[in-house]
């Protein structure tokens, strides 16, 4: 990567030709990070919960289920308020006034929705099917829904969502043990909204039952319960769809170290892996300005420190105004880039300020 002040100067096209950005930041898909402890040992050392909480609608007034028959709708007290008993039932909950509530106008700030008596049927929510039961739990205004459910169900639905089915056998189990290492080391993640992990790319894309494939569940099914671990604990097996030719050491992203976390060369076949975005000299100054930064008219932006990869650690801006020095990751989100990973050129396109190519 070459590095370089940039001079946008009015009347100047500036081109930041830059490699993709990681979806959920920078490491993992290899054999050899995930042999860090894949032995019997592994599975002994860390401690399985029963259960696992993912957030699957959130903030949201309004949701539709179908019960399947033998399932029940439960209230915090465990009053049975809904038993489809003899077939699978429909029905809507709303959130009122700081309440979830029921057709028949039941209030209670969390429900339970089961899927039989043994929780083993299947859940309809919003038109998609989930393993497990759900939970409801009033948010203010709004309410968040919660499946609740085994481990090893979870990455069923997790897998064909972050990887595709097709792909060889043994890199879809590595899958499955990045998934289930980067699980258990994020169990309460959304601790203050009652859950664990959300469906999102925030923590891990989920589907529920609706998305599972019968690959990528052999693929669970053959990993069940193995587990990379590091110093007796699951590790954060961060993943990414791909990695420009370069993944970046923890210190360089967060600005705390992790051993096994550590920025290595990776062959990257992807089509992906560079990227570029025109913007205007304008509107990247509009862009820093609404995020807190009003340097009026930008003159040089300096890359102070690059990481293991070459990825932008921190940068100096200077305007007319003054001038700030910002982390790559910040310069990245205010500007709605892909990735730290991007290299700095310029150009003239008369008669005024032209489009940034980034």
Not at 27 to 36: F, G, I, Q, S
Not at 180 to 204: E, I, V
Not at 209 to 222: D, G, I, L
Not at 223 to 235: E, L, Q, R, S
Request: net charge positive; glycine share 8%; hydrophobic share 40%.
């Amino acid at each position: 990567m070459k590095e370089m002040p940039f001079f946008p100067s009015k009347g100047k096209q500036i081109r930041y030709p830059w490699r993709l950005g990681m979806r959920r930041f920078f490491l993992l898909l290899t054999a050899v990070l995930l042999c860090l402890n894949l032995n019997s040992s592994a599975k002994a050392a860390v401690k399985i919960p029963s259960e696992i909480r993912v957030g699957i609608l959130l903030k949201v007034s309004t949701v539709d289920f179908q019960i399947p028959k033998g399932g029940k709708l439960v209230s915090a007290a465990g009053k049975i308020l809904w038993d489809a008993v003899g077939a699978a039932k429909t029905l809507r909950l709303t959130a009122k006034n700081g309440t979830v509530s029921t057709p028949n106008g039941n209030l209670s700030d969390c429900f339970t929705v089961t899927s039989g008596a043994d929780n083993s049927g299947i859940i309809w929510v919003n038109g998609r099917q989930y393993r497990g039961k759900i939970l409801l739990r009033s948010a203010g205004k709004v309410m968040n829904v919660i499946n609740v459910l085994d481990l090893e169900q979870y990455l069923r639905g997790v897998l064909p969502k972050e990887v595709h089915p097709d792909w060889p056998l043994e890199s879809l189990k590595a899958q499955a043990v990045a998934a289930r290492s980067y699980t258990l080391a994020n169990l309460n993640k959304h601790a203050g909204a009652k859950f664990d992990l959300c469906a999102g790319t925030h923590c891990q894309v989920y589907g529920g039952k609706s998305a599972e494939h019968s690959r990528t569940n052999k693929a669970v099914e053959e990993t069940a319960g193995t587990v990379a671990t590091y110093n007796g604990k699951a590790i954060a097996a961060l993943y990414h769809a791909s990695s420009g030719g370069h993944t970046e050491c923890s210190s360089n992203v967060w600005d705390w170290d992790v051993p096994y976390l550590r920025g290595v060369a990776d062959l990257d076949p992807s089509p992906h892996s560079y990227w570029y975005k025109v913007m205007s000299a304008s509107e990247m100054e509009e862009a820093f300005r609404r995020n807190g930064y009003p340097l009026g008219r930008i003159t040089q932006i300096i890359p102070s420190k690059t990481g293991t990869s070459g990825r932008i650690a921190s940068c100096m801006l200077i305007g007319e105004h003054g001038q700030v020095e910002l982390t790559g990751e910040k310069v990245r989100t205010v500007l709605s880039l892909r990735s730290t990973f991007f290299t700095i050129e310029w150009e003239q396109t008369p008669p005024s300020r032209g489009p940034l190519a980034i």
